[in-house]
T-cell receptor, first 114, second 112 residues
């Protein structure tokens, strides 16, 4: 089945700097990779996703890149703001053993210092 | 924020109690999920329902019993839980098994 590794587990940046979070996956059949943001005490919310037929997707200050050959994908946040502080989870859809379920990384706690 | 709702938001129960968690989605979705979120661990999928049929049970102990009476409602019945079952239980729904998953706010469960 799918295995998703996420790094780093914690990330602290200064307001205005960029933040990058990386995930690797094991199942070459995976074709869908969402990113969720979870603020303290709130529900995980989808912020961006990418499918395997594209290498990059942008939405304002957020971008995701996918390298299918290396089986890794990354979240890029530019011009970070204090409200970007949250835990970010990556996920990959597993077609190997769990019929298309999402397998999540352990999360990255991002702190943006004003 | 009101697409997927969960009640109660917080629950404290003893190991001998029986309680139920409720999830309701107002999005017209056909798939619903229960996840367990513990500190420093990935989100763990517990159960998946598609068109009201259970399609996945990820080796979850029998003290957790799901129920999906219709496509809008999902329950998680709890009995004789252990302290290690304390966690945030999240419900999610999606249009189908391939669709984007939308999460509820979760139920914070503490087992004493």
């Amino acid at each position: 089945g799918e295995n998703v590794e996420q790094h780093p587990s914690t990330l602290s940046v200064q307001e205005g700097d960029s933040a990058v979070i990386k995930c690797t996956y094991s199942d070459s059949a995976s074709n869908y990779f969402p990113w969720y943001k979870q603020e303290l005490g709130k529900r995980p919310q989808l912020i961006i996703d990418i499918r395997s037929n594209v290498g990059e997707k942008k939405d304002q200050r957020i971008a995701v890149t996918l390298n299918k050959t290396a089986k890794h994908f990354s979240l890029h946040i530019t011009e970070t703001q204090p409200e970007d502080s949250a835990v970010y989870f990556c996920a990959a859809r597993d077609y190997g053993g769990s019929q298309g379920n999402l397998i999540f990384g352990k999360g990255t706690k991002l702190s943006v210092k004003p | 924020e009101t697409g997927v709702t969960q009640t109660p938001r917080h629950l404290v129960m003893g190991m001998t109690n029986k309680k139920s968690l409720k999830c309701e989605q107002h999005l017209g979705h056909n798939a619903m999920y229960w996840y367990k979120q513990s500190a420093k661990k990935p989100l763990e999928l517990m159960f998946v329902y598609s068109l009201e049929e259970r399609v996945e049970n990820n080796s979850v102990p029998s003290r957790f019993s799901p129920e999906c009476p219709n496509s809008s409602h999902l329950f998680l019945h709890l009995h004789t839980l252990q302290p290690e079952d304390s966690a945030l239980y999240l419900c999610a729904s999606s249009q189908d098994r391939e669709g984007t998953q939308y999460f509820g706010p979760g139920t914070r469960l503490l087992v004493l």
